[in-house]
């Protein structure tokens, strides 16, 4: 089983400043690997897949970068709307697995 | 646009069966070579894939849960379900149904439903 871990858990930030989320693969996953933003009783939403492809609808403002065993989710602005946990999954292997989640606070 | 929707009791009792189903509309199940999964969360914390399935049949388990799930779909409704056997506390969850963006792998996931807590108590 491929293990994720994600960084910080938690990040605290004011409005317009550049969050950097990190997250590290137990064994390379390619760029089989997706992120995911998560509010208060909601269903996860995609953000991005295969490491930097932005889904439907998603905000510029949100990126992805890395490869092999590590990753990055950047949000280049911080905007209110965007508290939220973030996940990191990889789809290289079953059983798929997800990171542990980064919560993304206001300060 | 696709829509999934969970649908199941809220409460269950330990060591009985917990049972879900996942109405798709918007879209027929068999469109595609889409792998449909279930995945879950326990109150505060993080997201476990537990299976998926083919519309033809074909399934993926995650081995810690293996022994105890059997997922099926169910193509003339446009459904598939989810069977947990010998449930226990720890399986206190909001349960998801999705479906993932990539087809004929695992994916990750674009269409997922609302969620459905299930709550194991005597």
């Known amino acids: 089983e491929i293990v994720l871990t994600q960084s910080p858990a938690t990040l605290s930030l004011s409005p317009g400043e550049r969050a950097t989320l990190s997250c590290r693969t137990s064994q390379s996953v390619r760029s089989q690997l997706g992120w995911y933003q998560q509010k208060p009783g909601q269903a996860p939403r995609l953000l991005i897949y295969d490491v930097s492809n932005r889904a439907t609808d998603i905000p510029a403002r949100f990126s992805g970068s890395g490869s092999g065993t590590d990753f990055t989710l950047t949000i280049s602005s911080l905007e209110p709307e965007d508290v939220a946990l973030y996940y990191c999954q990889q789809r290289l292997s079953w059983p798929l697995t997800f990171g542990g989640g980064t919560k993304v606070e206001i300060k | 646009q696709l829509q999934l929707q969970e649908s199941g009791p809220g409460l269950v009792r330990p060591s009985e069966t917990l049972s879900l189903t996942c109405t798709v509309s918007?879209?027929?199940?068999?469109?595609?070579?889409?792998?449909w999964a279930w995945i879950r969360q326990p109150p505060g914390k993080g997201l476990e894939w537990i299976a998926s399935v083919y519309y033809s049949g074909s399934t993926y388990y995650n081995p810690s849960l293996k022994s105890r799930v059997t997922i099926s779909v169910d193509t003339s409704r446009n459904q598939f379900s989810l069977n947990l056997n010998s449930v226990a506390a720890a399986d206190t969850a909001v349960y998801y149904c999705?479906?993932?963006?990539?087809?004929?792998?695992?994916?990750?996931?674009?269409?997922w439903g609302q969620g459905t807590l299930v709550t194991v108590s005597p």
């Open positions: 999705a479906r993932p963006l990539q087809q004929s792998v695992g994916g990750v996931f674009d269409y």
């Open positions: 918007g879209g027929s199940i068999t469109s595609g070579s889409y792998l």
